[in-house]
C-alpha cells in the first residue's frame, strides 16, 4: 500500500467509527423539546414595577388569566405552576400509591370469600404497596425529577418506580397460581405507560420488550407444566403486542403535550411583551385614554386622562366611577348616549367640563367600542380619546408658525442690510443737522432702527436651525441672580415688603437649560407680571421648586387682573401684543426657547381664593447633578 493510500484508508475507518459513536443519550419528549420550566426567567419576565392597569402581571398565574392570546387549555397549563414532565410524574405516583392500597384489599377481600392467597403474594403486594405510598406521601421522595433523572436504566428514580413496578407485577404473575381468578397481567401496563411517556423512545420500547418477554417466559413456564401451548403462547403474544402500542401512543401523546406545552410558553411571552408594549405606549400618550363599561366604571385610564379630568393635578387611578362628580356630568352623557347609539363620529365631538364657575375645560372626545366576545348584541366597552381643545389650536397654530417662522426668518436676514444702511445715512445726517427740528427727526429715526435691530435680533433668535446649546445648570443661583439683575433693572429692591417675592425651595437644582436663555425668558415674565400687576407687597411671586424626580417648575405669578379668554389663546403667538409699542414677541420667544430644551411654558389661572391669580409655569427636565457639575454650572 503506498503512502498516499494509508491516510485515506485510515481517514476512512475513522468516519467509520465516528458513525458507529453512540450519540449521547436522549432524554423524554419534555426534556428533548426543552420543556424544564414553565416559568420564564428574570430576563423574559416583566419589570418590577407593575402597571396600574394590570398588577401582577409579572406572576404566571395572572398574567395568563389576562392574557387574550392563549387558548383556554394554554393558559392552564401555565397557570398551574408546574412543568408538565413533573404533574405527571407525579400523578402516576399517585396511580401507584392507589394501585398499592388496591393490592392489599385485593388480599383482604380474597380472605374475606376464602379464596387464600398464596404467602409471596401477600409479601409482594404489601412490600409493593409500602413503596408505592413513601414515594408519594414521604417529603424525601415528593421533589421535583427531571427527565434526565428518568431516562437512565440505572438510576435510582426509574429503579425505584418503573423498575419496580415491572419486577412486582411480573412477581405477582409468576407467583399467581395456574387456576387463580386473579390476573395480574393488566397491571403491567402502568410502567410500559409511564415508560412510554416519561423516558426516551428507545428505553421505553426497550421496556415494553422486556415485559412482552417475561409474559412470553411465563407463558413457556405454564406450557412445561402441560397447559394449552397455542392458547397461552397466542395470549401472551397479544398482550405483549398491545403493550408495544401502548408505548408508542402514550410517546406520542407525550410529544404533543410537551410541544403544546412550549408554545403555550412562547404565546405567554409574546402576550407580556405585548401587553407591557401597550401599557408604555398608552401611558405615555398625550392624548387622555379612558376604558367606561356601561355602568359608567372607569376601567382604565392613562395619565393623561387623569389630568385632563382635574382642574390641578391628575384624578384618582383607575378603577373608579364617572358618575357622582358634578364637573363630568356632561362627560357621563356623552357616554350614555354613545352606548346607546353605538356609534359616533369619526372627528368626535366636544364636551365642556366646568370644574368651577369661570373654570371651563372644552374635550375633543372621540369614541371606539369593543364588542362582547360571547354575543355580537350591543356593546361591553367604549374606549374614550379625548383632547383639550386648546392643545389641538395651538398645534396647528404652532405649524402655521413653523412655517411662518421661516419666512420670517429669511426676511429678518434680507432686512439687516438695508436697515445698516439706513442707520448708516441717519448718522451722517446727524451730523449735518443744525436745527432743534432736525436733531428730533434724526434722533426719531435712530430710536426706530435701534426697535427694528431688536425686532431682527429676536426673530432670528427663534429661527429654525439655530444651534442649541443644552447642558445641566444650577437652576436655583440661575434664577436668583436673573431677579437680582432685573431688580436692579427694574429699579425694584427686594427683600421683606418688596412687589417681588422670591421662594426657591433649595439651592442646587439642577436643570437641562442655556443659563442666558433661562434668564432671558424669566426676565420676560418678570417684565409682563410687574407691569400688569398692583405693585403692592408680594404682588409678584417667583417660586422655584422640584415636584418631582424628573422636573423643576419654576413659576411667575402676579395679581394683576385676569387675562380674557380671547386673548389666553393668542398669549405665545408671535406679533400679537395688548400694547402699541409692544412687538408681541416676548412670550412667543419664551415658548421656543422652552421647547429647544425640552421644557414647557404655559398660562393658567388660579382658582379665586389666590391673591396672584395669573401664573406662568416653566416645566425644565431635571437631572441629578454631581458636586462639580454645579460648582461649574455656579461659576
Known sequence: MSATQAPASERRRGERRAKRRPEPPEESWFGAIGVTDTQLGDSGGMDDAESRYEAGLASSANAAADSRFLTRQARRIISSGQTAFDRIYRVFL???AALGVALILTVVVAFFFGARPTLPVILVSVGYAVLALSMWLLPRFNRAVHPHELARLRGPQWLATIGADIVCFTSLHLLSPGGSTFNYVALLVLPVLMAGVLTPRLQALATAAFVALALLGSAWASVLSGGDATALMTQAGLAGSGLFVITVLAGELAGRLAREELTAKGSLELARQQAQLNRLVIEEMQDGVLVVDRRGRVRAANPAARRLLAPTGMCRPAPFQLRGVEAWNELVKTVERAFNEAVWPEAGRDVVLEFSPGELRTLRVRIRFTRRTDSQAGEEFCVLLMEDVRNMQARTRQEKLAAMGRVSAGIAHEIRNPLAAIAQANALLS?????PSQRQLTQMVNDNVERLKRIVDDVMEVAPGSVVDARLIDASATVREACQGWAQGAGVSLGAGSAVSIDIAQDGLAAVFDPDHLRRVLINLLDNGHRHSSKASASVQVRLAAPDESTVRLSVASDGPPIPPDVERYLFEPFFSTRSR?????????????????????????????????????????????????AAAAS
Not at 451730523?431 to 436745527?435: G, L
Not at 421644557?599 to 395669573?614: E, Q, V
Open 431 to 435: 451730523e449735518d443737522a443744525t436745527t
Open 582 to 630: 409692544g412687538t408681541g414677541l416676548g412670550l412667543y420667544i419664551c415658548r421656543e426657547l422652552c421647547e429647544r430644551y425640552g421644557a414647557s411654558i404655559d398660562y393658567r389661572l388660579r382658582t379665586p381664593g389666590d391673591a396672584t391669580r395669573n401664573e406662568f409655569n416653566v416645566v425644565m427636565r431635571r437631572q441629578p447633578a454631581t458636586a462639580q457639575e454645579t
Open 94 to 96: 399517585g396511580a401507584r
